[in-house]
Structure formats: structure tokens, C-alpha cells
């Protein structure tokens, strides 16, 4: 059997919009997904799973299931309404009041600055292609610092990539833009940027605690040996993983990432440029990275692909509908005798060994790694109250068997944070992909410890993985 050292972290994940509900409570600013989410008319974001009044009580789940450590984000517009000026005091006191329930009950706190949740306002006014609001998320971040004291761990943003990649080319997220790479490598290197400039004003002025980033890494492997396979490969991971951990870690862009770049742009018709004096900040901030937050789900095969681009975004959980054919990259496909859920997503564990050791080998300087996010997205069955997960725990053992083993192997990792704590709103798929410990029935907001939770437990009290 498999072990977690004894300091290791247990933790769960959230996100404040996918949890809080209350978006037009306590003096909170609107975000584009209100409006998004009402003209689509699938689901609604509120209440969500109530967590702006409930959260007392899933901080007593957290301590009473061995859950030592809570990732939230803060929303931005419950701090600033408008992005920028006047300070929401009701939004002030709310997060100093979770913050302290988290004290009480030893958890560990991890705050994210931004979970995909732009003031809109700003959002508006182009969210991160607009580089004002770069100075907006600086402003946000520094009173965050200079308020909330008793944070101690800090990402400043939640996913990058897809980020740009839901906005702009999936076109899942507001403001549903599809196919645009000009504005997708804009939007990664504007953010990564705002996350340098943060990381280094964190340092400059030596507040307490650690500072991080959440990026989305999802390894890919070519879907056969052949040349063109491997290139295509090659491309998907330069754009999702490479340009952001170069970013992260090198402060520039390396020639390989450059030159994958321009292959995709020559396909897409697009372009991109950047600053020589955002390099400056960026190389200055890739050695005072405290740590770096991953969330990983699935893995992808990649085959060679020259059509016209073409996505399907399976958000119904009608398993074998997604579509990925990007013109310039590559194709994703499914592959015999690897498993996946019904939103199609792979599981294949080995992808976690591979990106951890790659890390180390690629990053030497990463310091250390936490799994900000990891999960399955499940269909559960609620008999009365009673709700027996099995594949989610198969999903969640085999995950935590790759860290152990990549720990093992000398890779620094020093936490896990499961999504998600409670079941959620997902984005893009809405209330019926749950993935939390505790099930909560939308209509009562009563929580339902599942079969995973009492499982947690077990290995959180003795770090081993059954
Ligand atoms: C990550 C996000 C989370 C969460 C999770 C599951 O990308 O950080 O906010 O939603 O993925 O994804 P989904 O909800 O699409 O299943």
C-alpha cells in the first residue's frame, strides 16, 4: 500500500462563484458570467451551494472529515464592485469571517485572487487583453495583502490557459469568442504578466506567507509513434503547458515555445507580441515563486490534423460527443483501453507521474508543487440519503498512487486539494457533474457525506491509500 508523508496537506477545493451563490448580496459587483449564464438559461449561479450563509457548516464537514486545508478563491467584486475604487466593506467582513472559521478549526487556508470571475466592468472594458486592468488585478491583489493577514497561502490566478482558451476558443465562457489566437496568446501572456508584477510587489514588500500560481497542466502524448503525431503533440503542449511554465519559471519564452507559437499562428492567422520590458518583470518574478499550484483531471492524445477547426464542448455528460480539431495543433482523441467519464475526459494517472517528473527535471527551481485541483466529475446516485461513489474513489486512488510515487522519485509535492469539497455548478456543464465529498441536494442546501468523504478520511488519518 501506498503512503502520503505525515505533513502532507488534505485539502478540498473551491471557487467562489461556484459555491457562494448570493451574486447580488452583500454588496457584490456583477461579473459577465450573471448575464452569460441568464441569456443561456441552462442553469443558474445562485443559490449554488449556498456557501455565502452555509460556509460555518462546511468548515465543521472539513474538520470532522480529516480535511486540513480549504482552497477558496475571494471574489473580486464582493471587494471592489467595480474592479477598481470604492471598497465593499460587507465583502470585507464576510471573507475575514471565513478566514477566522477556518482558524478555529486548524484548516489551512489557500486563497486564489482570481477564479474566472472578473469585475464586470472590467471584463467589459476587455477583461485581460486590456492591459488597465492588469494595473486593476495589481491594485485588488495589494489590498488583499494589506488586508487579509491571516492568509498565509496566495495564488494569484486560477487556470490561465483555459482562461484564454474557454473565452476565446472554445467559446464556453463569456464572452463566447471562438477560434481567435491573437486573442488567446494575448490574454496568457497579459495574465502571466499581472502574475509576475504581483509576485514581485508580494516580495518586494515582504509580506508574510507564500505566493503561487494555479495553472491547468494536462500532459499530451502523441496518439501514435509517427513523426506527424509528435509534432502535433508537440504544438497542444507548447501552448498549454510550456508557454506557461516558461513564464512561470524562465521569465521568457523558450525557442521551442516560440517557434510552436508561430506555427499556430500562420494556420490561425494570427499574431502576437510582446514587450521586452514585460520580460524584464517576468524574468525577475521566475525565481520567487513560492510554489506552484497544478490541476490536473485528464490527460490527451494528440493525432496530426490539417482541416478547418472544429470543437465540440460535451457539457451534458453524453459520453463520445466531444469534438477537438484545431487547425495548427492537432486532433484529440479517445484511446482503446484508456478510460474516461461521461464528459469524455481521460483517466490516465501516468499523465500526473510524467508532468511531476517533468517538472523537476525541466523547472529544477520549482520549489514545491501543490494539487490544487483534482477530481471526477460523476453522475451520483442518491438512495436516501446515501450515495456510494465507487468510481470516484478508484479515480481519486490512482491519482494519489502518481503522487506518492512521484514523491518517491524525489518531486517536491506537499499537498492535494480534491475537487471539489461540496458538490458545485460546473461552468459549462451546470449542477448534474458533481465531484464533491459531500453531496448537496440544490433544494434543501442539506449536505450528504458520500462514500468518498468517509474514505478521505481514512487516508487523510493515516496517509495511507487504500
Ligand atoms: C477547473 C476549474 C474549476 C472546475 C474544474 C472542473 O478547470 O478550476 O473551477 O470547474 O475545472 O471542471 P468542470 O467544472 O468543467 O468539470
Not at 527551481?365 to 470516484?392: A, L, Q, S, V, W
Not at 442546501?445 to 458520500?450: A, L, N, S
Request: proline letters at 3%; glycine letters at 8%; a negative charge.
Amino acid at each position: 500500500m501506498l503512503k502520503l508523508p505525515e505533513d502532507f496537506i488534505f485539502g478540498g477545493a473551491t471557487a467562489a462563484y461556484q459555491v457562494e451563490g448570493a451574486t447580488k448580496e452583500g454588496g457584490k459587483g456583477a461579473v459577465a458570467w450573471d448575464e452569460f449564464l441568464e441569456k443561456q438559461g441552462r442553469f443558474s449561479p445562485d443559490p449554488a451551494s449556498d456557501f455565502y450563509h452555509q460556509y460555518s457548516k462546511d468548515i465543521e464537514l472539513c474538520e470532522k472529515f480529516g480535511i486540513n486545508g480549504l482552497r477558496l478563491s475571494i471574489a473580486w467584486s464582493r471587494i471592489f464592485p467595480n474592479g477598481i475604487g470604492e471598497v465593499n466593506q460587507e465583502g470585507v467582513d464576510y471573507y475575514h469571517n471565513v478566514f477566522k472559521e477556518c482558524e478555529k478549526r486548524n484548516i489551512q487556508l489557500f486563497v486564489t485572487l482570481h477564479h474566472f470571475d472578473t469585475p464586470k466592468v472590467l471584463f467589459d472594458n476587455g477583461d485581460f487583453l486590456n492591459r488597465d486592468n492588469v494595473d486593476a488585478f495589481v491594485n485588488y491583489a495589494k489590498f488583499c495583502f494589506d488586508e487579509f493577514k491571516e492568509v498565509r497561502y496566495w495564488s494569484t490566478f486560477n487556470e490561465i490557459y483555459p482562461v484564454a482558451t474557454n473565452q476565446y476558443l472554445l467559446g464556453v465562457f463569456p464572452p463566447g469568442i471562438t477560434y481567435d489566437f491573437t486573442k488567446i496568446i494575448l490574454c496568457l501572456h497579459n495574465m502571466m504578466f499581472a502574475h509576475a508584477k504581483v509576485v514581485n510587489i508580494f516580495k518586494d514588500r515582504e509580506y508574510e506567507g507564500e505566493i503561487g500560481v494555479v495553472h491547468s497542466l494536462e500532459t499530451k502524448y502523441p496518439a501514435t509513434d509517427s513523426k506527424e503525431d509528435q509534432h502535433a503533440a508537440y504544438l497542444d503542449d507548447a501552448l498549454s503547458i510550456r508557454f506557461l511554465l516558461d513564464a512561470t519559471y524562465l521569465g521568457y519564452y523558450s525557442k521551442e515555445t516560440l517557434t510552436a507559437l508561430d506555427e499556430i499562428c500562420a494556420a490561425n492567422n494570427a499574431e502576437y507580441s510582446f514587450l521586452e520590458s514585460d520580460l524584464e518583470e517576468m524574468k525577475k518574478a521566475s525565481h520567487r515563486n513560492d510554489y506552484l499550484g497544478i490541476n490536473h483531471y485528464q490527460c490527451h492524445f494528440v493525432k496530426a490534423y490539417d482541416g478547418e477547426n472544429n470543437i465540440h464542448h460535451n457539457g451534458t455528460g453524453e459520453k463520445g460527443t466531444s469534438v477537438y480539431k484545431v487547425k495548427g495543433i492537432g486532433e484529440r482523441i479517445y484511446k482503446e483501453g484508456i478510460p474516461r467519464t461521461d464528459w469524455d475526459w481521460l483517466i490516465y494517472p501516468e499523465g500526473l507521474y510524467d508532468l511531476l517528473l517533468r517538472i523537476k527535471a525541466d523547472y529544477p527551481h520549482y520549489n514545491k508543487i501543490y494539487i490544487t485541483e483534482n477530481g471526477m466529475g460523476y453522475k451520483d446516485n442518491f438512495e436516501d440519503g446515501i450515495i456510494m461513489d465507487k468510481p470516484r474513489i478508484k479515480y481519486l486512488k490512482v491519482y494519489l498512487e502518481s503522487i506518492s510515487k512521484a514523491i518517491s522519485a524525489g518531486v517536491n509535492v506537499k499537498g492535494y486539494f480534491l475537487w471539489s469539497l461540496m458538490d458545485l455548478f460546473s461552468w459549462s456543464n451546470g449542477y448534474n457533474k458533481r465531484y464533491g465529498l459531500f453531496y448537496v441536494d440544490f433544494e434543501t442546501q442539506k449536505r450528504y457525506p458520500k462514500e468518498s468523504a468517509y474514505w478521505y478520511k481514512f487516508v487523510s488519518e493515516t496517509k495511507s491509500i487504500i
